[in-house]
């Protein structure tokens, strides 16, 4: 039996989308974050992956690499995800825990996980699960919620925060949400098996104050000049680390063995129409309107 998961913040039915992001003053963290990514990925790729991808909003910042995996525990996201861009050989969603990733070894030699692990109780161990796919010599870009912002210091040092964000372990401030301190995420990338490279500081500028006053084009500007400070002085609500995993260039896994089984690790699963069978156990994964839906085994 697969060891059970924590708690995961469940987006499912959730209109994310249109509540969260779209004309709800976040055209500044959209446009930081993607300035980030173009800074960090690299520029060639086989197979690149979104971990938590939900609705694809970054989707299209992969247009160089061969193949694309959107996945996140959210099927209607996913949904969502696939009306706007469509199916094809080179676009595969799929639905999956984070704790129980359902790819096989040498999966993916592109990665990215944005706006997620702040929800995940057990960041480590989701980590070592994204380790585990990736191929040696891959790229791994991970966007945290930084507990030690400047924010969060002002707060404690004028006494009207009673957490420290000096101290290293992570902070959760609302039930699923954690900020996280950058010392404790490297270590977690480390013990995981990334090898952290450069760490960019986004999104130094969210404040309303400063959205209402100052016009978006320079908002962008600025946190452009701000980002390459988070080398040395990682005080912004969000940070980007690259990492890479060791050893030399290899091919990606197949498209016919990109996936294990969830439930026992067995690879690679087999397709029979619509349905992902497991080798050893026979464990049986659903595959819906053209998503992979590895949150269950099919038990009929
Ligand atoms: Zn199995």
């Known amino acids: 039996m697969p060891t059970p998961s924590p708690a995961v913040c469940d987006y499912e039915g959730s209109t994310y989308r249109k509540d969260f992001w779209e004309?709800?003053?976040r055209d500044y963290e959209d446009a930081v974050e993607r300035i980030a990514l173009r800074r960090l990925l690299p520029t060639a790729g086989q197979r690149y992956v979104d971990f938590g991808g939900g609705f694809g909003r970054l989707v299209d910042e992969a247009a160089r690499y061969d193949q694309v995996v959107l996945m996140d525990y959210s099927r209607s996201m996913l949904q969502d995800a696939q009306t706007r861009l469509g199916q094809s050989d080179r676009m595969i969603y799929v639905a999956?825990?984070?704790y129980h990733l359902p790819f096989a070894d040498n999966a993916f030699d592109v990665g990215i996980m944005c706006r997620v692990i702040h929800h995940l109780r057990?960041?480590?161990?989701?980590l070592r699960q994204i380790r585990a796919s990736m191929t040696p010599d891959a790229t791994f870009l991970l966007e945290f919620a930084n507990k030690q912002n400047f924010?969060?210091?002002v707060r404690y040092l004028l006494r009207l925060q009673t957490w420290s964000p000096y101290s290293h372990e992570p902070i959760e401030f609302?039930?699923?949400n954690f900020d996280f301190h950058p010392a404790y995420i490297q270590a977690a990338l480390k013990a995981a098996g990334f090898e952290?490279?450069?760490r960019l500081a986004v999104?130094?500028?969210r404040l309303g104050l400063l959205k209402r006053l100052l016009p978006l084009g320079l908002m962008v500007a600025l946190d452009r000049v701000i980002q390459p400070t988070g080398g040395v002085l990682p005080i912004s609500p969000s940070i980007f680390v690259e990492n890479k995993t060791s050893g030399s260039r290899t091919p990606v896994a197949p498209?016919?063995?990109l996936f294990k089984c969830p439930s026992c690790g067995a690879a690679p699963l087999r397709r029979e129409r619509d349905v992902m069978l497991c080798p050893t156990h026979g464990h049986r994964w659903a595959i819906h309107n053209g998503i992979y839906d590895f949150k269950e085994p099919l038990t009929s």
């Open 23 to 25: 004309g709800k003053g």
């Open 122 to 126: 057990d960041a480590p161990a989701a």
């Open 196 to 198: 952290p490279q450069r």
């Open 151 to 153: 924010k969060a210091i």
């Open 174 to 176: 609302v039930e699923l």
């Open 255 to 257: 498209l016919e063995a």
């Open 96 to 98: 999956a825990d984070v």
């Open 203 to 205: 999104s130094s500028l």
